[in-house]
């Protein structure tokens, strides 16, 4: 019995060892003196042992690029801060990529961050500490733009921290595959996570606040110099918002900011793009939460085909745009000769979105030539504030302007004339079209759409048709139900082949073979 005793202590002792305290290499913790070195010193010390655990005890670490390594353990204690240093020479500096023309800056480069790791196998950062980037990551190309980047990484877990202003990204992982991100607080001014051409990925648990961007978002971008998909994701049990940046770890949720720099409501959601080179499949987006935030956004605009998408149980209050947004379009920021991409499979259900800016209906459109294919729509309520009508909508700018409003109030000039513009080459956001022609759902260049038990309120009376359908095919609405004023059609079908409609208040039950321009 001794003998065991004494093995059992010393096994303690050296599983106590196997831990590397940052003071104990010489960071003094103290928020004035640069630890970067001895931060790095510890990492390097715990990888010549085979990994091991590289301890922040509390205090606040003022410190430029931290290098992580195989089979290292950051562990930041409750009260620990890593302080980004306003000092533009304490970061490595951005590595060469003959691809960055493909992408933005912040996405071709990895080594000017305040934490990074490249071709690294089982790497963690873990603990209640405090990433704080506010003095040192921003979002140009000198100095630190990441508080965390990771390039072709393998086995990853990041737990329990948080972020404040983690630059152009918080989290950048690119390349990574078994990823797992759990339980983190991120309060930052650009992006929250990016997830960008990975595989086999947990997002859980985790709140993300970014006002000025998006809070967690998919991405398959040309960085690596190859179209690499991100597959086999899971996002479950967050929450996004567009509150002012620093009141969601403050607990004050202040909603002072209107718009975010592309002048839009905020930010603050889960989106799929804009950068989407590789494709997107196996996806799967559960039991999330959005306040004050734009809606769900799934774009293929760069020749990416985004298939196998499920999506469920979400809430959205204050939403600042489309609440569902569902883009095909043909920017093609990738090499010459990548093909147009394309959408299908993708199943959105039990969506209640409540105050909705009303200026953006809900959106599924391609581009000529190419649908977005086979979507499901199921259990979906979305009450929008309304209070539109047709003047205001005439007033905007002709080309913006579907002939649908100009022949309601009173003008006759022919469709083809004030086509709703097509835009197939813009960046996608809900806005880029202008007052799109319907209040509840604007569904254009699309097959295989079905809508089942979906439900569109206006708070406000809002003079717009609740559904349009322009240049769709293959549709299913089913127990729609709407309720728009008197003399104003439920329904607006546009250049469109084979509509069943079931069950549907407002609108009498069965298949409209071919309409060019008929409202019901």
Same mark, same amino acid.
């Given at each position: 019995m001794t003998k065991l005793i004494a093995a059992v202590l010393l096994s303690g002792v050296c599983a106590y060892a196997a831990a590397f305290d940052v003071k104990a290499f010489?960071?003094?913790?103290?928020?004035?003196?640069?630890?970067?070195?001895?931060?790095? +010193? !510890?990492?390097?010390?715990?990888?010549?042992?085979? %990994? %091991?655990?590289?301890?922040?005890?509390?205090?606040? *670490?003022?410190?430029?690029? #931290?290098?992580?390594?195989?089979?290292?353990?950051?562990?930041?204690?409750?009260?620990?801060?890593?302080?980004?240093? @306003?000092? @533009?020479? !304490?970061?490595? @500096?951005?590595?060469?990529?003959?691809?960055?023309? $493909?992408?933005?800056?912040g996405h071709s480069h990895w080594h000017n961050s305040l934490i990074w790791g490249e071709g690294l196998d089982n790497v963690a950062i873990v603990g209640h500490g405090l990433i704080d980037g506010t003095k040192g990551l921003t979002r140009g190309e000198r100095g630190a733009d990441k508080a965390i980047a990771l390039k072709l990484c393998r086995n990853v877990t990041l737990r329990d921290f948080s972020i404040l202003s983690g630059g152009h990204f918080g989290?950048?992982?690119?390349?990574?595959?078994?990823? &797992? #991100?759990?339980?983190?607080?991120?309060?930052?001014? +650009?992006?929250?996570?990016?997830?960008?051409?990975?595989?086999?990925?947990?997002?859980?648990?985790?709140? !993300?606040?970014?006002?000025?961007?998006?809070?967690?978002?998919?991405?398959?971008?040309?960085?690596?110099? !190859?179209?690499? @998909? &991100?597959?086999?994701?899971? #996002?479950?049990?967050? $929450?996004?918002?567009?509150?002012?940046?620093?009141?969601?770890?403050d607990g004050t949720y202040k909603r002072t900011v209107t718009r975010a720099p592309d002048r839009d409501g905020p930010t603050g959601r889960v989106k799929l793009g804009t950068e989407s080179n590789g494709d997107f499949r196996n996806i799967v987006i559960s039991n999330v939460v959005f306040d004050r935030s734009r809606g769900l956004a799934l774009e293929s605009v760069d020749g990416a085909r985004i298939e196998d998408v499920a999506i469920s149980n979400i809430t959205m209050r204050d939403v600042s745009n489309a609440p569902i947004f569902i883009r095909l379009g043909s920017r093609m920021r990738a090499p010459e000769g990548t093909p147009v991409g394309s959408i299908r499979r993708v199943?959105?259900?039990?969506?209640?979105? *409540?105050?909705?800016?009303?200026?953006?209906?809900? #959106?599924?459109?391609?581009?000529?030539?190419?649908?977005?294919?086979?979507?499901?729509?199921?259990?979906i309520r979305l009450v929008y504030r309304g209070g539109l009508n047709l003047d205001q909508v005439a007033k905007e700018p002709p080309d913006l302007v579907n002939t649908f409003f100009f022949r309601a109030s009173g003008g006759v000039p022919p469709r083809e004339a004030f086509a709703t513009p097509e835009r197939e080459k813009e960046y996608p956001e809900p806005s880029m079209f202008g007052l799109v022609p319907a209040s509840g759902f604007f569904i254009r260049h699309a097959r295989g759409i079905e809508l089942n038990d979906v439900h569109l309120v206006q708070m406000k009376e809002d003079h717009r048709p609740p559904l349009v359908l322009d240049q769709a095919r293959d549709i299913l609405l089913e127990r729609v139900t709407a309720a728009p004023p008197a003399g104003v059609p439920s329904l607006v079908l546009l250049k469109t082949e084979n509509v069943d409609i079931r069950n549907s208040a407002h609108l009498p039950d069965g298949r409209i073979e071919r309409a060019d321009h008929k409202e019901m």
């Open positions: 010489g960071a003094k913790g103290d928020g004035k003196t640069p630890d970067r070195d001895s931060i790095n +010193r !510890a990492i390097e010390a715990a990888s010549a042992a085979g %990994g %091991g655990t590289v301890q922040f005890p509390a205090g606040t *670490y003022l410190t430029g690029s #931290i290098r992580l390594r195989s089979h290292i353990t950051l562990q930041l204690d409750a009260g620990a801060i890593l302080e980004a240093s @306003p000092d @533009p020479a !304490a970061y490595d @500096p951005a590595e060469p990529n003959e691809f960055t023309r $493909f992408q933005d800056f989290i950048l992982a690119t390349g990574v595959d078994n990823l &797992t #991100i759990d339980n983190l607080r991120i309060d930052t001014n +650009r992006d929250g996570i990016d997830v960008d051409s990975c595989r086999n990925v947990r997002i859980a648990n985790t709140s !993300a606040n970014t006002p000025n961007d998006d809070a967690i978002v998919l991405k398959t971008t040309f960085a690596l110099g !190859a179209f690499r @998909p &991100t597959e086999n994701v899971t #996002i479950v049990n967050c $929450f996004v918002s567009g509150y002012d940046i620093g009141s969601l770890l199943h959105i259900a039990n969506v209640v979105a *409540y105050d909705a800016d009303p200026r953006y209906a809900s #959106i599924v459109s391609g581009i000529p030539g190419h649908d977005v294919e086979d979507v499901t729509l199921t259990n």
